[in-house]
């Protein structure tokens, strides 16, 4: 089965299939299914709409940002590598994962403290659904999992990257969730 005998359907269970105990302001899911939805849906719908497939130039891709995932760096999710199936931090986390409060919190004060002037472009208030919060949780909470990532993903970005082979960012996600600015 694609992901394995893993499964994690956002907070509803608060713990993984295997037992393992998640935080109430978990929010989770498996990578694969997304893959599994793409393989099962893109071709229903060209066959429904008696549509070639060669004639198809693009697919619109949405995700509610920041819905983020840690990766190799050929874009390999943690989470199914053997060694990091039973840890949560190694899963997609949802925008509306909210356990990484803590780090939300501190990451808004450093910036008030050093006068960062890309905060203000954030009102002074970066969201424990924004990414760097959560990647600094992934770090406090399970450095393991932090050192092995290689590449950040927003979800969006890495299903663009799973259907072309190509990397390639949105800057509308990057610049809303992951603090970026083309000119700074």
Same mark, same amino acid.
């Given at each position: 089965?694609?992901?394995?005998?893993?499964?994690?359907?956002? !907070?509803?269970?608060?713990?993984?299939? %295997?037992?393992? @105990?998640?935080?109430?302001?978990?929010?989770?899911?498996?990578?694969?299914? +997304?893959?599994?939805?793409?393989?099962? =849906?893109?071709?229903?719908?060209?066959?429904?709409?008696?549509?070639?497939?060669?004639?198809? =130039?693009?697919?619109?891709?949405?995700?509610?940002?920041?819905?983020?995932?840690?990766?190799? &760096?050929?874009?390999?999710? $943690?989470?199914?590598?053997? &060694?990091?199936?039973? /840890? @949560?931090?190694? +899963? =997609?986390?949802?925008?509306?994962?909210?356990?990484?409060?803590? /780090?939300?919190?501190?990451?808004?004060?450093?910036?008030? &403290?050093?006068? &960062?002037?890309?905060?203000?472009?954030?009102?002074?208030?970066? *969201?424990?659904?924004?990414?760097?919060?959560?990647?600094?949780?992934? $770090? !406090?909470?399970?450095?393991?999992?932090?050192?092995?990532?290689?590449?950040? +993903?927003?979800?969006? %970005?890495?299903?663009?990257?799973?259907?072309?082979?190509? /990397?390639?960012? *949105?800057? *509308?996600?990057?610049?809303?969730?992951?603090?970026?600015?083309?000119?700074?």
């Amino acid at each position: 089965a694609i992901g394995g005998n893993l499964r994690i359907r956002s !907070n509803t269970q608060l713990k993984l299939a %295997d037992g393992t @105990p998640l935080s109430p302001d978990t929010a989770l899911q498996h990578p694969l299914d +997304y893959v599994e939805v793409l393989k099962t =849906v893109i071709p229903a719908v060209l066959s429904e709409g008696k549509v070639d497939p060669a004639e198809v =130039v693009a697919v619109g891709i949405d995700f509610t940002t920041c819905t983020m995932l840690p990766t190799l &760096e050929d874009g390999t999710p $943690l989470c199914i590598l053997p &060694e990091f199936e039973h /840890e @949560p931090q190694a +899963y =997609v986390k949802l925008w509306k994962h909210h356990s990484a409060v803590a /780090e939300a919190e501190a990451l808004n004060r450093i910036a008030a &403290e050093r006068g &960062e002037p890309w905060h203000a472009r954030y009102s002074g208030a970066v *969201s424990c659904e924004w990414a760097f919060p959560k990647i600094w949780e992934i $770090l !406090n909470r399970a450095p393991h999992v932090y050192d092995a990532t290689e590449r950040f +993903y927003e979800a969006a %970005d890495w299903v663009s990257l799973v259907l072309t082979g190509t /990397e390639i960012h *949105s800057p *509308s996600f990057a610049g809303c969730k992951w603090l970026w600015n083309e000119v700074d």
